[in-house]
């Protein structure tokens, strides 16, 4: 069975500092695809990367940057000199080859970033 | 617009009534999604339509839950004699299948469903 733990339900910060939000997975395919959601107070949930289990090179985008390591099942996402605006629910994803594409999600981690 | 299109953005109902959610995915997009996100948790999978074939319907939590897609665009999620545990925001999600497998998933805004 597939499932996502965030185990980080709430993390405070203050504006510039670095923040690293924690993703673990379990699932038994071997090919199989990892994202990072953000839902701002709006609601509309934002696609912010798709990677699949094939690719372990991290990536960084601007102040994004993530960390894909399989030996121990995680996908941690890091923003880096953090803002007022990134503050959110950020949700990781799972889905499978198999399976028709449906996204599990872990139950998300909010981020609250102060001036 | 270029998204993801849903209404109403808020439903209020009376328990027992009958409700229809709408979406209408990006343009092309073959693949639509529904989930449930209940307040404070992550999503929930719903049902999957391909086109306008229903291929996996397991996230639906019981046969008061109905959804379809006729033409392959615009879907509607129907709940019927709605229960006070079917409060929740529903959220329609579609993707492409062009670049392979697995393509972002892109959402709309939700309607918020209130069952009094």
């Known amino acids: 069975a597939q499932k996502v733990t965030q185990a980080q339900t709430e993390i405070s910060v203050v504006e510039k500092e670095d923040v690293t939000l924690d993703c673990v997975y379990e699932?038994?395919?071997?090919?199989?695809?990892l994202f990072w959601y953000k839902q701002p107070p709006s609601g509309e949930l934002v696609f912010l990367i798709r990677?699949?289990?094939?690719?372990?090179q991290n990536e960084i985008s601007g102040r994004y940057s993530w960390n894909f390591q399989k030996s121990t099942s995680s996908f941690n996402f890091t923003i880096t000199a953090s803002q007022v605006v990134d503050s959110a629910v950020y949700f990781c994803?799972?889905?499978?080859?198999?399976?028709?594409?449906?996204?599990?999600f872990g139950t998300g981690t909010r981020l609250l970033v102060s001036p | 617009g270029a998204g993801v299109s849903q209404s109403p953005r808020y439903k209020v109902a009376k328990r027992g009534q009958d409700v229809a959610l709408r979406c209408d995915p990006i343009?092309?997009?073959?693949?639509l999604f529904w989930y449930q996100q209940a307040l404070g948790q992550g999503p929930e999978f719903l049902t999957y339509f391909q086109n306008e074939a229903q291929l996996d319907k397991s996230g639906l939590p019981s046969d008061r839950f109905f959804a379809e897609r006729p033409e392959g665009s615009v879907s509607t999620l129907k709940i019927q004699r709605t229960q006070q545990e079917d409060s929740a925001v529903y959220l329609c999600?579609?993707?492409?299948?062009?670049?392979?497998?697995?393509?972002?998933?892109?959402f709309g805004d939700g309607t918020r469903l209130s069952i009094l």
């Open positions: 999600a579609s993707s492409t299948y062009e670049g392979g497998p697995n393509q972002p998933q892109h």
């Open positions: 994803a799972l889905s499978e080859d198999t399976g028709f594409q449906k996204l599990v």
């Open positions: 343009s092309g997009h073959v693949s």
């Open positions: 699932t038994r395919d071997t090919t199989y695809y």
């Open positions: 990677r699949n289990s094939f690719d372990e």
